[in-house]
Structures are given as C-alpha cells and as structure tokens.
C-alpha cells in the first residue's frame, strides 16, 4: 500500500507524539533538502514508457506526493500502518459505507453529528441498509442491537454534540465477537488525547477540518486503518471515487499538525477552565464536558484518553430562541459552524449543525432547544470566559 507510513521520523528517533507530529512521513525534500513538504501541484505524470509509472505515480487521482506525506503523518500519529485522505470527514466516512451491500446492518451511537446521521438516513437506507441507533456507553443496549448481518459499529467518543463517552476497548470487543469492524470518529479527541487502533477499533475517522487542519481555513477528511486488506479495499474507492483533496489542502493539514500537540494542550486547559465557569452559572442548567467529575462518562474518558478535550456543550435556561440569542450576542466567540480552530467559536445545535436530524428525534435523543456548543480556542481564558457572561447574561 503507498499510503503506509514510513519510519523516516528523525531516523526512527521519534518515540515522542510532539516529534512524530513534526517529522513523520515527511524527510526533507531530495532534491533541494526543503524541510516543508513541496505542494506538488499537477494532474499527472510522465511515464518511462506505457503503463510503466515511476514510483506508481501515473495520476494524481491516485498518488500525489503531498497527499502521500500527510497520509504516512496521520497514520504515524494514530498508530496505524496506513493513511487514506479525502476531500472532507463525510467523504471519508461515505467510502467506509461503501465497504456495506443492501441487507447490511450497523449499529450506531444515537448521538452523531448530523452530517453523519444524514449520509446513513437519506442515502444509504435507500439502498437497502439499515442502522440502529444505540448509547454505546450502555453495553448491554449495544449487545441487544447487534444482528447476524451487522457489519459496522460506529461510534463517536466524545460525541457531537453531548460528548458522550463510550468504552471504546469493551465496544470492539462485543462489535467483534458478532463479526463486526468497529469505527470510531475520533475528530473531538484527536490522536493526541485518543487512538482508537490502540484500543481495539478497526478505522479511525477524522474530519481533517477540525483540529488537525487547526487553522479554519482547509476542508479534508482521512480513514486510518492496521489491516492490510482492508486499506486495500478502502484505497480501491478512494480512486475509484475520486473524492481526494488537493495537494494545497495537505500541506495545510501537515502545517496544522507539526502544532497539534501544543494547541490541544491549550485547549483542554481552557475548557476544563470554563466548563466549571457554566457550572458555577445560574442561568445554565446542563453542562457536558467529560472532565467534570460528575460527567457519566468521566472515568472511563480518564481511562482511555489523555485529556478531556476543547469541546463544550451546555443548556441555557429557556426556549430555543434564548440559545440561538446566547449564540448571537457571543462576541470573542464566533457564532460559526465547525470547531477545532485556533479561534474560538459557539453555535446552536438545534438550529445549526443538528437542524438535518427532525426535531422529535433532537429532543428524544437529549437535544434540549437551549443546547449551545463551544469549541474553546487558544485565546486568554480570562477574555472567553467574560464573553460568556456577557452573551449568557445579556437580554
């Protein structure tokens, strides 16, 4: 597979998650001795003759040399023998369900993203696939949910966007036992705080977008894998399909992740900082961060990540019109979809990134009109937690 990563990474010296961020996959250029991968910016490439390619490069739909480096950099970080990239998260988890056929079965967290709850419910049940949604935190619901034909389970942890917590080794294992790959969407975690392959997972999602671009500026995705015949497979719809991203687009992911590790330092500070700032706040009657103590899920995030990550989510007091006013008057805070950037930024769920999903099925899943998500930034915590007392208590 072209898309394994290699051992350059400072000559096998890079034991440390800080220098495979800066090195892995990516020795300096040969020709010139550029530490910055170059952005290989063309569409194809002479052959010695033929059908005879040099180095397997004969179009960039297939192979392009800054794709390559950034996919051996985002298999390295997250413990895996290969990296696939793609032009967003959902066309990288689009490929994974091409792996499925009509009368296949998977089982889902019943808290996802809506883009994804999208892709399984308007999509892919119109081709004879179903899916069952399941708090993958409650075992025993997810060994109820498991049929003969289940052939995925996919989970988030933390989830999007009450961040949930799954047990992700005690997950693969039952998923497993019934014949199942397990996938996770570790975008929230990062392979800084979390590495699913680590714990017994099978593919590791990530929306490139988010903190490992860091940068709000680039829209990627990526699938990392260990079994060989599964990248195979998975490698075989990336060309087929075609859904890959630039070569401009890998360079800023490979720029964002030299700093992954500092500004996700940065961000767990901030939100442990404010989330027990919301929890302390009158007006707010819910808050969801899984490194508070009474979080349902703290012990087992504690267990099997390295921190607790930037994302917050919370519930003002009132209707739905009182948190999309929060979201509004926000002012350091951006009130914008996505998250994971160097900047600070809040939205309204209901109304924003879960409006796809109907509204009977938001508030039966826990979606309370007033839900608000932040996604802390890099900013003074000092600065963002005045923003927040002034939106929340504005009027």
């Known amino acids: 597979m ?29 020709l010139t001795g550029a530490l910055m991968v170059p952005i290989y910016q063309n569409s194809t490439y002479r052959q010695r003759a033929p059908a005879e390619p040099i180095d397997g490069y004969e179009y960039a739909r297939t192979k392009n040399p800054t794709r390559l480096a950034l996919e051996r950099n985002l298999a390295a970080l997250e ?20 792996l499925l056929k009509s009368g296949d079965h998977v089982v889902a967290g019943d808290d996802l ?7 399984f419910e308007k999509l892919y049940a119109n081709f004879g696939v179903t899916f069952t949604y399941v708090d993958l935190a409650d075992l025993a619901a997810l060994q109820g949910a498991l049929r003969p034909n289940t052939r995925l389970v996919f989970a988030e942890t933390p989830t999007n966007p009450l961040l949930r917590i799954c047990d992700l080794r005690a997950v693969a294992r039952l998923a497993h036992s019934a014949g199942a790959k397990v996938v996770c969407d570790n975008t929230f975690a990062t392979p800084f705080l979390q590495r699913p392959l680590e714990l017994g997972c099978d593919i590791v999602v990530h929306s490139l977008t988010k ?57 767990c500070q901030t939100a442990q900082r404010l989330a027990r700032f919301l929890v302390a706040h009158p007006q707010v009657s819910k808050v969801y961060y899984p490194g508070l103590r009474d979080h349902p899920g703290h012990a087992i995030a504690a267990a099997q990540m ?26 350091l805070f951006a009130c914008a979809e996505s998250l994971g950037g160097v900047e600070s930024l809040i939205e309204h769920p209901p109304s924003m990134t879960h409006a796809s999903i109907p509204v009977e099925l938001r508030r039966a899943r826990g979606l309370d009109d007033g839900l608000l998500r932040i996604s802390c930034g890099v900013e003074d915590a000092d600065d963002l937690e005045r923003d927040l007392a002034q939106a929340i208590e504005a009027r």
């Open 2 to 30: 072209n898309s394994s990563h290699d051992s350059h990474a400072a000559d096998g010296l890079a034991d440390g998650f800080g220098t495979r961020a800066v090195h892995a996959g990516q020795p300096p250029d040969p």
């Open 79 to 98: 413990s895996g023998r290969h990296g696939l990239c793609f032009a967003s998260g959902l066309a990288a988890i689009n490929t994974v369900l091409n």
């Open 113 to 119: 993203y809506g883009g994804t709850w999208r892709l």
């Open 211 to 267: 903190y490992l671009g860091g940068h709000s500026d680039v829209i990627g995705g990526a699938l990392i894998v260990n079994d060989d015949e599964l990248a195979a497979r998975l490698a075989f719809f990336q060309n087929a399909v075609g859904a890959v991203p630039g070569p401009q687009d890998c360079f800023l992911v490979l720029r964002g992740t030299k700093t992954l590790h500092l500004r996700m330092e940065r961000h």
């Open 306 to 331: 390295n921190g607790f990550g930037g994302m917050i989510s919370f519930v003002v007091k009132g209707d739905v019109e009182r948190g999309k006013r929060v979201a509004a008057r926000a002012r």
